[in-house]
């Protein structure tokens, strides 16, 4: 079946400018996870929808970055007034949430930032 | 979330069995241990899981010891496509909760032609 979709897969912006990126989940997956990675680096989690709960938003670096998630299923993660620092590959994964005990993520491809 | 400990690298011939070891050594009993790979510029892939008893999916094998300190990937049948960062997690399963992943250092497995 159709997995994680993320678009664009690369996106070159100017300084100060504002991007938003999208995160298309699994459907029937409740729980949707944003996110990003820098260059040799780990993981680094930014936000996390379950439902209709109010997101975990405590990943977050600054109040640049905020993130909606429409009718439970699409997603889109906003970057207003980038720095040179946001560019990193942003990665959006979904798993089943609270249907599920063992909550498998699955990721999708990632999108490739980098600010001028 | 228990502490896991991977080889920095490894090496394995193609066609040949690649054991991946994982030391878990703080793992309690509620955790599962997770297995994911990341293969250059792509985002994370999950390979599979257990809890206690071994498991074996299309793509891998999870041998758990007895005592859960430790876990071993397996590979049966490596390819040049197999050449990727893994990544051993363990994690408790809370139901009805589900939380964000924290990947360590992975170990790079190089398949070799």
């Known amino acids: 079946g159709a997995g994680v979709s993320q678009s664009p897969s690369n996106k070159v912006t100017e300084k100060g400018k504002d991007v938003e990126l999208r995160c298309d989940p699994i459907?029937?997956?409740?729980?949707l996870y944003w996110y990003r990675q820098s260059l040799g680096q780990g993981l680094e989690f930014l936000i996390y929808?379950?439902?209709?709960?109010?997101?975990?938003k405590s990943g977050l670096p600054s109040d640049r970055f905020s993130a909606e998630r429409t009718g439970g299923s699409v997603s889109t993660l906003t970057i207003q007034r980038t720095q040179q620092e946001d560019s990193a590959v942003y990665l959006c994964?979904?798993?089943?949430?609270?249907?599920?005990?063992?909550?498998?993520?699955?990721f999708g491809p990632g999108t490739r930032l980098t600010v001028l | 979330d228990a502490k896991t400990t991977q080889p920095p690298s490894m090496d394995c011939a193609e066609g040949r069995a690649a054991n991946l070891p994982c030391n878990h050594s703080?793992?309690?009993?509620?955790?599962?241990v997770y297995w994911y790979r990341q293969i250059h510029s792509q985002g994370p892939q999950y390979i599979i899981h257990?809890?206690?008893n071994n498991e074996t999916n299309e793509m891998a094998s999870l041998i758990i010891t007895e005592d859960r300190k430790s876990s071993t990937l397996i590979l049966p049948h490596a390819t040049l496509r197999d050449t990727a960062v893994y990544y051993c997690?363990?994690?408790?399963?809370?139901?009805?909760?589900?939380?964000?992943?924290?990947f360590g250092s992975g170990t790079q497995l190089t398949v070799l032609p």
């Open positions: 994964a979904s798993s089943l949430g609270s249907l599920s005990q063992r909550d498998t993520q699955y």
């Open positions: 997690i363990v994690r408790v399963a809370i139901p009805g909760s589900a939380r964000q992943l924290t």
């Open positions: 703080t793992i309690s009993g509620n955790e599962y």
């Open positions: 929808f379950q439902g209709n709960s109010a997101p975990d």
């Open positions: 257990g809890l206690k």
């Open positions: 459907s029937g997956h409740t729980a």
